[in-house]
Nanobody, 125 residues
């Protein structure tokens, strides 16, 4: 069983930055594809970013491309989401997810088997 714990959320002004962390059980970041999703009030959960092994390939939603960066520290079993130039539209609960390598698109929620509890990100204008 893979357990994921997010941290790093909070309140920030528009234009600011936050770094989210997702720490998993042993070897999580090394064996699984890792993704970040977010869900704003009244909206569906949407893909934000993903990273997968063994090539450390990354992909991003168009809405965050150039502002967010996903990375991993395998030694710490942790995946990060660096978020810069935040806007109020980025306000949401952010979820970390892990899933086995498969042919299912990493941008879809069903590609992931394990989910964290979520961390709130609020960007004020």
């Amino acid at each position: 069983q893979v357990q994921l714990v997010e941290s790093g959320g909070g309140l920030v002004q528009a234009g600011g930055s936050l770094r989210l962390s997702c720490t998993g059980s042993r070897y999580t970041a090394r064996l699984y594809k890792m993704g970040w999703f977010r869900q704003a009030p009244g909206k569906e959960r949407e893909f934000v970013a993903a990273l997968w092994q063994p090539t450390n390939t990354t992909t991003y939603a168009d809405s965050v491309k150039g502002r967010f960066a996903i990375s991993r520290d395998a030694a710490k079993n942790t995946v990060y989401l660096q978020m810069d130039s935040l806007t109020p539209e980025d306000t949401a609960v952010y979820y970390c997810a892990a899933g086995p390598i498969s042919t299912v698109s990493v941008q879809t929620a069903r590609a992931y088997q394990y989910w964290g509890q979520g961390t709130q990100v609020t960007v004020s204008s």
